[in-house]
């Protein structure tokens, strides 16, 4: 157990629609990151928040935001979904904003019908 | 375009031999990087790190290989174990000093037989 904790675990929507993924980072970690898995692929990164503030962006669509709230905890908010959406979603944590040893959640398996 | 490159997307090693799990770079930027193990309905697990100023960094069964000329690393264990069966990625980090993010390879699934 990582300490990494993401909800919800699965997740099954239909096209257009909006939905919002969860993550607690490991206690006294500061430094949240996102990544996506699409089939057969390595995971992708999107964003990174350290302490509330956005550090890092990778290849995070314009439909797809986030944020990191006082408590630490991150929302990955995805809209106007599409069929090529649905993938594995990681939240992963660490104690510094370079901190590259990454500690990983179970991850959301999001399935866009 | 696939900076981190893992060219071998299987192999089967039995048990008590060793694994060897290779990954090539392309980002002469990189200066850390890492090794995660991966179950399925899991996330990625941390293994070991290695950075640009070293060429080797061993924990226990598992070593890792850095070749900044050739822009290659292998990860080494020995002996391999059943429960080693996973898939592994290679990730790679330019670090900055305000931010951090990992590039991945695509993985290789070892299985290790009995």
Not at chain 1, 91 to 98: D, E, V
Request: with cysteine.
């Amino acid at each position: 157990d990582s300490g990494v904790t993401q909800t919800p675990k699965h997740l099954i929507t239909a096209t257009g629609q909006r939905v919002t993924l969860r993550c607690s980072p490991r206690s006294g970690d500061l430094s949240v990151y996102w990544y996506q898995q699409s089939l057969d692929q390595g995971l992708q990164f999107l964003i990174q928040y350290y302490n509330g503030e956005e550090r890092a962006k990778g290849n995070i669509l314009e439909r797809f935001s986030a944020q990191q709230f006082p408590d630490l905890h991150s929302e990955l908010n995805l809209s106007s979904l599409e069929l090529g959406d649905s993938a594995l979603y990681f939240c992963a944590s660490s104690a510094n904003p370079t901190g590259s040893e990454q500690y990983f959640g179970p991850g959301t398996r999001l399935t866009v019908t | 375009d696939q900076q981190v490159k893992q060219n071998s997307p299987s192999l089967s090693v039995q048990e008590g031999r060793i694994s060897i799990l290779n990954c090539d770079y392309t980002n002469s930027m990189f200066d850390y990087f890492l090794w995660y193990k991966k179950y399925p309905a899991e996330g990625p697990t941390f293994l070991i790190s290695i950075s640009s100023i070293k060429d080797k960094n061993e924990d226990g069964r598992f070593t890792v290989f850095l070749n900044k000329s050739a822009k290659h690393l292998s990860l080494h264990i020995v002996p391999s174990q059943p429960g080693d069966s996973a898939v592994y990625f290679c990730a790679a980090s330019a670090r900055a000093r305000t931010a951090s993010k990992l590039t991945f390879g695509t993985g290789t699934r070892l299985q290790v037989t009995l």
